[in-house]
């Protein structure tokens, strides 16, 4: 009875106790009385009033001294900086804010470049969604042609529109597909370097995907090939990957499956809540041990299925039963469940999974750390061998070139 009576008191006071949401309000209501609205700059940008505070709109004075023009640089000496600098004198005139500081420095900023990063919430979205990367639209299987654009590979070679679209329509759905491209096993190259440049794996700089018996990677099986990511064993794995099939078999397999793992994670958070929070919470080792060219690698990372950001939104999926590790480093109490949370994710994806069949001359482009991909089991013949150049692009590289030309392209003042 008095261990009853303990333990009910215990769980009483645990339930008074504030919750980390709550502390983390209270934190930032103490940080907010700190920085009280009188170090904030009251600004009309074409009838618009925003805030700015003094301090970053010090540090980020553009003036010759505080900024290098070319390298798009901050200059300014932090080890004399003071955080709590004031304005002496402001002047808003057409086109730029002018703004003269206590300490005699003489600071002008443009007008959009200062709109652009608003601290609004309104305006940090439309920042996040334009210029950070573009805002990613789940789809399901049943929405797949709607959503899978296509687009001409010459065209993206000799137009910055075309590249850009190919790009944008790539980073929102997540998958797109180029066609007509040359016969070539060196077709893809000129796409990624339009881009950027490839990520190299254990696989080479390039691989190539056609059906080799003892082979170190299954995927160079012509056997039913497994909903999957690829490399999930790498700590930076690869942002995405691009297929150029060159040779297609005739028979009736050699289908492409593909499932947007955003759509499926959502689904699992609404419909089951504690199976999603063992996918997102249960770090599984993943492992790639094999031979490739004469060199040797042994490959092991950890992390879950599912992996969030401090937001709770998605930034990698991890999934590969061929690559998942047989070294389980959670307790053992969640072995079960969490399997049966892997069965039930996996189930889903094919449920909402998309099927397409490429052809020769196109190269299917899909988010590696976003949709699990997989093939139908296929036959050769002696005329016919399916063959596949794959390369992959890192997701850095894309967000960095969509930027480029976005600068290029739309010539939206004070974007940089």
Known sequence: ??????????????????SAATIKLIHIQNVLHKNKTDDLL???IRGESLQFPYVWLRENCQCEQCYHTTAKSRILDWSKFDVNVKPKDVSNHQNYLQVTWDDGHTSQYNLNWLKLRGFTPEHQKYYTDTIYKPKKITWHGDEFHKIFSKHDYNEILNSDEALYNWLHQFSVYGVALIQNTPDSETSVDAIVNKIGFTKRTHYGV???VRNVPNTSNVAYLSSNLQ?????PYYEYCPGTNLLHCLVQT????GENLLSDCHYTARYMEKHHPEQYKLLTDTEIEWRDVGVEDGNEFFKLYREPVIRLDRHGEITRINFSIPQRGSQFPGPIETVKPWYEAHRNFLALNHKFAARFKTKAGDILCFDNIRLLHGRNAYEDSENNVRQLIGAYVDWDEIYSRLRCLKVKLKNEDGIC
Do not use: I, W, Y
């Open 1 to 18: 009875m008095f261990a009853l009576r303990l333990a009910t008191r215990a769980k009483h006071f645990a339930q008074s106790l504030p």
């Open 42 to 44: 009251n600004v009309d």
């Open 206 to 208: 390039k691989f190539v």
């Open 227 to 231: 909903l999957h990511t690829d490399l």
């Open 250 to 253: 005739k028979s009736l397999g």
